[in-house]
């Protein structure tokens, strides 16, 4: 299952590349398929049918990703074509320029504004250039509820500062406030610029973003929110990957349980509207994260060397043996390789897997010289040093 090519001649080393359903990135493990949903709402019978379809043709693992996205790896040259068209059959599934909203939208009687029908109007606006414009150039339209998209990058961001009044921010630079009739002006404009400066623009091309820190923390999505017409109880995926058995699973007990809809939430959250504390302790006993106090919220983790050929460490099972351990308010990241791909960013303590054992890097990301080398028998102590 597993193709080995050189890095750099990777899809994903080149800029502004992005997976979808119907061109999937080639990657150290097959081919990589990210499904976008519409409305990121599916039913239980859905969400089995495609972990049928994800265990069939690519390697038996899906994933949540960080923005709420499905994903499926270990995609074969022929298999992905099957995988895409069985998908189709199975949910309807969006291209176009991404417009995110948080996944309560509409729902959510704590945000100031809906966000959806703002977001279905640039997705209208948008599609006279939508094919002008890179696949990872991202609009965020934010009602300001329960679950916010403040710790997810966008090219625009608009986030609800009363009922017709909005923020709006380019490439998470200072926010300008605006009312909801001149919104899509701005929105328009800025999408024309970066279609004109080609598919490899982002926003952060459009001049210097005079950057402010976010106000809002990014957004757990495990727990209870309540609903306007209920409530939904939210779990996560640990390291945002399980087993297609699990899901199947998982779905199997949702259907059991009466559920009738599951929405994909950012930070590799599940939420299942109208679920009962039955739903989550089963989610438990599956492996799942249910409570925001698990120390694996706090780890991120590629698949590593179980599924790319870059890796040479087993990182997420590395990680589920670490996760006891860690500290509390540390955050760990355990990666494959060099490469860093589950979160290219820093963290408190990153292990890179490395022929010769694990490089040690503090505060800093999985490309940076490692202070230090470790063997396996040593990675609980150095956690426990910290
Ligand atoms: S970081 Fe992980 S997923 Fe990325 S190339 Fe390295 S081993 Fe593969």
């Given at each position: ?9 990777l ?80 949910i ?31 997705r ?47 490439a ?27 598919s ?31 409530s ?8 945002g ?36 504390p039955?739903f ?107």
């Amino acid at each position: 299952m597993s193709v080995a090519l050189p890095i750099t001649a990777l899809p994903f080393a080149r800029r502004g590349a992005c997976p979808s359903l119907d061109e999937p990135m080639l990657t150290g493990d097959g081919f990589l398929a990210r499904v976008r949903i519409v409305g990121g709402c599916l039913s239980p019978a859905q969400l089995e049918a495609i972990a049928q379809q994800a265990q069939r043709h690519g390697n038996g693992l899906l994933e949540i990703t960080a923005r709420g996205n499905l994903q499926v790896r270990g995609l074969t040259e022929s298999s992905r074509r099957l995988f895409a068209v069985a998908v189709r059959g199975i949910i309807e599934v969006e291209s176009g320029l991404v417009v995110e909203t948080p996944p309560l939208a509409g729902d959510d009687p704590s945000e100031i504004s809906d966000p959806r029908p703002l977001a279905a109007a640039i997705r209208d606006i948008s599609q006279p250039f939508a094919r002008y414009l890179g696949p990872k150039v991202t609009v965020v339209v934010d009602g300001a509820g329960q679950i916010g998209l403040a710790g997810l990058k966008a090219d625009v961001r608009i986030v609800a500062m009363a009922s017709d009044r909005w923020a709006l921010s380019v490439a998470d630079g200072g926010a300008v406030e605006l009312h909801a009739s001149e919104v899509l002006n701005r929105v328009s404009a800025v999408l024309q610029q970066l279609a004109d400066l080609g598919s490899a623009a982002r926003a952060t091309d459009l001049g210097p973003a005079q950057r402010q820190p976010r106000v809002r923390a990014a957004s757990s999505p495990i727990g209870t929110f309540t609903l306007s017409g209920g409530s939904a109880r939210g779990i996560a995926l640990p390291f945002g990957s399980a087993t297609a058995v699990a899901i199947m699973s998982l779905a199997q007990t949702a259907a059991q349980l009466a559920i009738a809809e599951l929405r994909l939430a950012p930070h590799h959250g599940l939420l299942a509207v109208g679920a009962s504390p039955a739903f989550v302790e089963q989610a438990a006993q599956l492996g799942f994260v249910t409570t925001g106090s698990d120390p694996r919220t706090r780890i991120s983790a590629c698949i590593g060397s179980d599924g790319c050929a870059s890796g040479h460490v087993p990182a997420r099972a590395i990680a589920a043996q670490l996760a006891p351990h860690l500290p509390a308010n540390t955050h760990l990241h355990v990666s494959g390789c060099a490469k860093g791909c589950a979160h290219p960013r820093p963290a408190d303590i990153t292990l890179v897997g490395r022929a010769d054992g694990y490089g040690l890097v503090i505060g800093g990301k999985a490309g940076d010289t490692p202070g230090a080398l470790l063997q396996a028998d040593q990675l609980e102590s150095s956690l426990a040093a910290r």
